[in-house]
């Protein structure tokens, strides 16, 4: 009986994700909801910890258009780390390029987060629309 018990917790234990952890927490805003093509937009993303202790953080941070076009944002510095029940938060105008043609968009940030051997790995977005540009005809 010892047995079986012993073998039905290794099997419980064996199917949670050994690196996943729950360590920090990540939301997305953009400043508005529809835009035209050409123009701008400002995306933000807040990173807090779960108060664990201090968390190394990764981030990237992209926009994704309807038509598949993606705009990596780059040239931005990784928030490094984050103290003990610390937040960081980033806030980022991005242009509207014409490749990126009209349709729903979200700005996504994507975080990697560690303290010792835990691992997570957290991807949260938010939504807006393009709409075809507002450019005046001549």
Same mark, same amino acid.
């Given at each position: ?7 039905? $917790?290794? +099997? *419980?234990? +064996?199917?949670?994700?050994? @690196?996943?952890?729950?360590? =920090? ?10 835009? %035209? ?7 933000? $993303? ?8 201090? =968390? ?10 309807? @038509? ?10 990784? %928030?490094?780390? *984050? ?5 960081? #938060?980033? &806030?980022? /105008? /991005?242009? *509207? !390029?014409? #490749?990126?043609? !009209?349709? %729903?968009?979200?700005?996504? $940030?994507?975080?990697?987060?560690? *303290?010792?051997?835990?691992? #997570?790995?957290?991807?949260? &977005? +938010?939504?807006?629309? =393009?709409?075809? &540009? &507002?450019?005046? +005809?001549?």
């Amino acid at each position: 009986m010892h047995r079986v018990a012993l073998l039905t $917790c290794l +099997a *419980i234990v +064996a199917t949670i994700p050994a @690196n996943a952890a729950d360590l =920090v927490d990540v939301a997305t805003h953009v400043q508005w909801d529809s835009v %035209p093509l050409g123009t701008a937009n400002e995306g933000s $993303c807040f990173i807090r910890t779960r108060g664990l202790g201090e =968390v190394r953080v990764q981030m990237d941070t992209r926009v994704v258009f309807a @038509n598949g076009y993606v705009l990596n944002l780059t040239g931005i510095d990784d %928030p490094g780390v *984050i103290g003990y029940q610390g937040a960081y #938060e980033l &806030s980022v /105008f /991005f242009i *509207i !390029p014409p #490749e990126a043609g !009209p349709g %729903p968009a979200r700005f996504e $940030c994507e975080v990697r987060a560690q *303290i010792g051997g835990q691992k #997570e790995l957290e991807l949260s &977005s +938010a939504g807006f629309v =393009v709409s075809e &540009s &507002s450019a005046p +005809a001549d």
